[in-house]
C-alpha cells in the first residue's frame, strides 16, 4: 500500500537539523517551508558526531610489556547532504562568513542539534486492504525524538554548492557541506 508522501515531510527522513548561533539567530532550519506550507528542501543524509582515541605505548621502569593508555580524543568531522533547491544559498552564506568574514556581527559558529526521530505503528494496521492510511497521519512519532545530538562550536570546513555536472545523470543534485566542532553530547536512548 503507498505511502501519502504529499502529507508526510518525514517520508523517508526520520531526523532534523537545526542549527543556532551564539545571538539567538536560527541559521538552518528543521524545514524550509514553500508558500504553500509544504516543505521545501530536508536533509538526505547527516553523518553523526565520532569519537576517538589513539592508545598510546607507555614503557616503565622494569616492566617486561608496555601499558597501554588512551591518548587525546579526535573528533571527527560531520557531513550535511540534501538537495539543491532554488533560491536557498543558506549553506553558502555559512560558509562565507568563515572564509571572507561576510554579513552579520563575524561570529560564524553556531550549535547544531540533530534530532532523531522513531517510525510511529504502521497506519495501516488493522485496516482492511481497500482503506487507504489516513492522510494528516504522519508515520514519524515527532513528539520526542529518540535521540538528539548536540554538536558545539561547530563552523563549515567544506561546502560543495552542487553534485558535478554531468549531461546524461538523472540524479538529483546534491549539496554537501562539512562541519568541524569542538565538542558534542547526546540524548535518548
Do not use: C
Amino acid at each position: 500500500m503507498a505511502r501519502p508522501v504529499a502529507t508526510d515531510m518525514m517520508h523517508s527522513m526520520r531526523f532534523q537539523v537545526t542549527a543556532q548561533k551564539a545571538d539567538a539567530s536560527v541559521l538552518l532550519s528543521p524545514t524550509l517551508l514553500a508558500g504553500d506550507g509544504r516543505p521545501q528542501a530536508g536533509f538526505s543524509a547527516v553523518t553523526t558526531p565520532e569519537v576517538s582515541a589513539e592508545p598510546v605505548d607507555y614503557r616503565e621502569g622494569t616492566f617486561v610489556y608496555a601499558r597501554k593508555y588512551p591518548g587525546a580524543p579526535t573528533i571527527a568531522d560531520i557531513t550535511l547532504s540534501r538537495g539543491v533547491t532554488r533560491g536557498d544559498s543558506t549553506f553558502w552564506d555559512w560558509m562565507r562568513q568563515v572564509v571572507e568574514g561576510v554579513g552579520g556581527s563575524g561570529e560564524y559558529r553556531a550549535d547544531l542539534t540533530i534530532s532523531h526521530y522513531h517510525r510511529k505503528e504502521a497506519l495501516d494496521k488493522g485496516l482492511p486492504a481497500s482503506t487507504p492510511p489516513p492522510a494528516a497521519n504522519l508515520n514519524i512519532d515527532t513528539s520526542t525524538p529518540a535521540r538528539q545530538y548536540f554538536v558545539h562550536e561547530a563552523f563549515p570546513i567544506r561546502h560543495k554548492v552542487a553534485a558535478d555536472l554531468d549531461a546524461t545523470a538523472s540524479e538529483i543534485s546534491i549539496m554537501e557541506l562539512d562541519v568541524s566542532f569542538e565538542w558534542f553530547e547526546l540524548t535518548g536512548s
